[in-house]
Each structure stands twice: as C-alpha cells, then as structure tokens.
C-alpha cells in the first residue's frame, strides 16, 4: 500500500481548497477525489458516495475498531470525517492517484504513516479578517459557526510548517496554477496533460 502515491490539499474552511482541487480534478483525469466518510447530515445539493459517504456516529465508531480507517477526527464536537483504506484501494485498484481533502490533524496522520509517499499541500487565506470576510460572503453559516470555523482556522494556520508546500490563495487563478505545477513536480510529469 505505501508504495501508491497520493495528495493531500488541507486549508480552513473558505479558503477555496473545494475550487482548487475541482479545478485540479477536470484538468487530469488521473487524480480522483478520494470520499471521506462523515456523520453529519446530507446538505441539499450533495449526494452520498459523491460528496462523503455518509453514515451513522454508530456506524463510524464501528469502523474505528475495524481499523477501517487511513485517518479519523472528530472535526467539530460530535461529527466525525475520515478517509477509508477501501476508498484509497478503490482508486489504487483503478490505476489512479487519490487526492484526499482531509483535516490538518488527518493529513498529519497520514504522512507520518506513510512517509515520502504523499504530498501535503496547505491552502493559506491571505489572512484571517479575508478569511471572515469569505465566510460572511457565503452566507451559509450563522454567527456562531463562522466564528467557530475562525478559531479552527487560527488553530489549524499553527500546523502549517508540517506541509511540503503553503500556497496562499489571494488570487485564486494563480493559486490553482501553484498547486498544479507542486503536483506536477512531485508526480514527475511533464507540461503534457495527463489523462487515465
């Protein structure tokens, strides 16, 4: 299994790390969007097994003493997220390279398991009154939400000399070209666009 390479993109939550990696994903069929595992509730517009495989607190407990799990946090109080090793030999098992968009405890975790095998890559905002701002912007989060995410967001900057590269996202265009051209260079492919 450490033979397979892999990518790991973490940031704060509104940083654009969803944009980056969609980006990344359309230009090179190779990578696949590796589904973690979560307990919280479907939002409108996500479908299970696209966007998380959801499933039950009881459930992922379960799968915490299977050792069913690459890596597991318990994100936010109660809700749980983690990458299962059946979904990183699923895209394995089709010849590709997964691209998890974990935790920065979770992708921590999973380079010291497997070491010089993954690429860490952290999304930073410019910085924490832009990443406010973004928050506010989206208007999906209450007061108390955006300010918890903040805090996480503060917490999670504090890791970010553990990763192999920090790209700052002031400009979003030129932050997918960075994260591109990082990935590039740890898969040893060229400027030709790789497909499946």
Not at 88 to 110: N, Y
């Amino acid at each position: 299994m450490a033979t397979h390479k892999f990518i790991i993109i973490t940031a704060p939550s509104g940083t654009g790390k969803t944009t980056i990696t969609k980006y990344l994903l359309q230009k090179y069929p190779k990578l696949t969007f590796s589904v973690s595992a979560a307990t919280r509730q479907l939002r409108k517009g996500e479908t299970d097994g696209i966007d998380y495989y959801f499933i039950s607190t009881e459930t992922f407990k379960q799968k915490i003493a299977e050792d069913a799990f690459v890596e597991w946090e318990m994100v936010y109080e109660g809700k749980y997220y983690g990458t299962l090793k059946s979904e990183l030999g699923r895209i394995w098992g089709e010849e590709k390279i997964p691209m998890l968009d974990i935790d920065v405890q979770g992708a921590i975790h999973v380079e010291q398991k497997y070491p010089g095998t993954c690429l860490l890559i952290f999304i930073k905002p410019p910085s924490i009154e832009e990443l406010k701002r973004r928050l506010e912007a989206r208007n999906t989060d209450d007061l108390e939400s955006i300010n918890t995410r903040l805090k996480k967001a503060e917490y999670e900057l504090s890791f970010a000399e553990h990763f192999n590269k920090i790209i700052v996202n002031d400009d979003l265009e030129k932050a997918c070209r960075e994260t591109e051209d990082v990935i590039k260079e740890f898969l040893g492919w060229s400027d030709v666009v790789h497909g499946s």
